[in-house]
C-alpha cells in the first residue's frame, strides 16, 4: 500500500471489533487487546461536581514491534482540521503494515465540540492548552487535562493539532517545544519536518510552551504541536497537511514503510507578542495571515456600532502576523481567568528581536 497518498482503507469484517465501549480511567489500559488490530475505547471520568469527562481513545497495534505514537486533536473544540485528519488517520493505517502501536484521539474537548464552543471550555471558562496536568482534584478542566496526559504519558511521541478556530484566521506552521537533551530535541524537529508548512517555530522559552507540552518534555516524550486552518472551516487542503504531516512522521520513525516526504521549510526565531484592543467595539483588520508588516504598518482600526473610529492600531517592530482575529466583535471585559481570547486583535513575531 502506497500510505503516502493517505487514502482509507475500506472496512474489513471483524476489523473494528469494539465499537465505542466506554471504560473508566483505571480500567483503559487493561482493556486492550493483546493482539494486532484495531480498537477504540471511550474513557471516562467523573468530576466531582458530576460533570462526565469522556475522551474518545483509538488504538491501532501494529503486527511488529516499535514506537507508540499519539496523535491527538480537538484540544480547541472549533479546530476542525485537525479533527477530520485524525480521523482520516484512523482509517488509513493498516494493523498488519505497521510496526508499533498508534494512539489517535479524534476529539480531547468533546463537551465543548457538541456546543459548537470556541477555544475556552464551556464548564469552567479555562483555556486548556494552558493547564498543567496534575491537578485532579481542581476544575472540570483540570481534570480533563489530567486525565489526558495519564492517557498518553507511555508515548514514545506525540503529535497534537491545532487549526485556528471560528473567529481565527490562522497561517500553518509548527511550533516546536524545545527542552531537554539533544536528543530529545532533535526527536521533537524530526516529527515537524514532513509537515509541509512554510514555517517552524523552535520555542526554548518556557514562558511561550505550553505547559501541557513543557510536561510531555519533563517525561522524556518528544512533542510537537501543528496549526494549520483558520476561521473554523476544515478545507480539504488544511486537513491533508496534517494527515500527510502524521504519514511522515510514522515513516521517519519506521512505523510504516515509505520514504518521509521533506517539504521545504524555514525557520523561525524571534519574540511572540499580541495587539489587544483596549475597549469593546467593533474590529476592522487590514493585514492577512502570513504578511510581514513593516514597523509602523497600519493593522487595523476598532470602531463603535456607528463606524466611528475609536482607535488606530500599528506594527511596533517589523513583523510576521501569525494569526489575526477575524470576528469583528471584540469584547475587552471578558477575560476569563485574565485570558485575552475576546480582546485580541493581531499576534505577531517580532522580526528584528
Known amino acids: ?33 493483546d493482539e494486532p488490530g484495531y480498537e477504540q475505547l471511550v474513557v471516562n471520568r467523573i468530576h466531582h461536581s458530576g460533570e462526565m469527562i469522556e475522551l474518545p481513545v483509538a488504538r491501532i497495534r501494529g503486527a511488529q514491534p516499535g514506537p507508540f505514537l ?30 508499533g502501536t498508534l494512539i489517535v484521539i479524534p476529539v480531547i474537548s468533546t ?8 477555544q475556552l471550555s464551556p464548564v469552567d ?18 481534570l480533563l487535562i489530567d486525565t489526558l496526559f495519564e492517557v498518553v504519558k507511555n508515548s514514545d511521541y506525540l503529535i497534537d493539532s491545532h487549526a485556528g478556530e471560528m473567529a481565527q484566521a490562522l497561517m500553518p506552521w509548527v511550533p516546536i517545544p524545545i527542552k531537554g537533551s539533544n536528543s530529545l530535541i532533535e526527536q521533537s ?19 511561550s510552551i505550553p505547559p501541557f507540552c513543557l510536561a510531555l518534555l519533563e517525561e522524556g516524550i518528544p512533542n510537537i504541536w501543528v496549526e494549520c486552518g483558520k476561521n473554523g472551516v476544515p478545507t480539504s487542503k488544511d486537513t491533508a497537511t496534517h494527515l500527510e504531516g502524521y504519514i511522515a512522521a510514522m515513516q521517519t520513525l519506521d512505523m510504516i514503510d515509505g520514504e518521509p516526504a521533506r517539504p521545504p ?6 519574540r511572540r507578542y499580541q495587539i489587544n484592543a483596549n475597549m469593546s467595539g467593533v474590529w476592522h483588520p487590514a493585514v492577512n495571515e502570513g504578511e510581514i508588516v513593516e514597523s509602523g504598518q497600519y493593522l487595523g482600526r476598532m470602531t463603535d456600532y456607528f463606524g466611528n473610529i475609536l482607535e488606530e492600531f500599528h ?9 489575526y482575529w477575524s470576528s469583528p466583535a471584540i ?11 475576546h480582546s485580541g486583535l493581531v499576534s505577531l513575531l517580532d522580526l528584528e528581536s
Open 315 to 323: 506594527a511596533p517592530h517589523r513583523s510576521l502576523v501569525l494569526y
Open 125 to 142: 471558562q479555562k483555556e486548556v492548552h494552558f493547564i498543567r496536568p496534575g491537578n485532579s482534584g481542581g476544575t472540570y478542566s483540570d
Open 111 to 118: 463537551r465543548a465540540f457538541m456546543e459548537r464552543n470556541m
Open 1 to 33: 500500500m502506497d500510505i503516502r497518498r493517505a487514502e482509507s482503507l475500506p472496512m474489513r469484517e471483524g476489523e473494528r471489533s469494539v465499537i465505542g465501549q466506554s471504560v473508566s480511567l483505571d480500567h483503559f489500559q487493561s482493556s486492550w487487546s
Open 189 to 207: 524537529l524530526s516529527l515537524a519536518r514532513g509537515f509541509d508548512v512554510k514555517y517552524i517555530e523552535p520555542r526554548s522559552d518556557e514562558a
Open 265 to 270: 521549510q524555514e525557520v523561525l526565531k524571534g
Open 70 to 99: 499519539t496523535v491527538m486533536s480537538g484540544m480547541h473544540a472549533g479546530e476542525y482540521s485537525g479533527i477530520l485528519a485524525a480521523q482520516k488517520l484512523i482509517s488509513t493505517v493498516d494493523p498488519m503494515e505497521l510496526s
Open 331 to 341: 469584547n475587552v471585559d471578558r477575560r476569563p481567568f485574565g485570558y485575552d481570547w
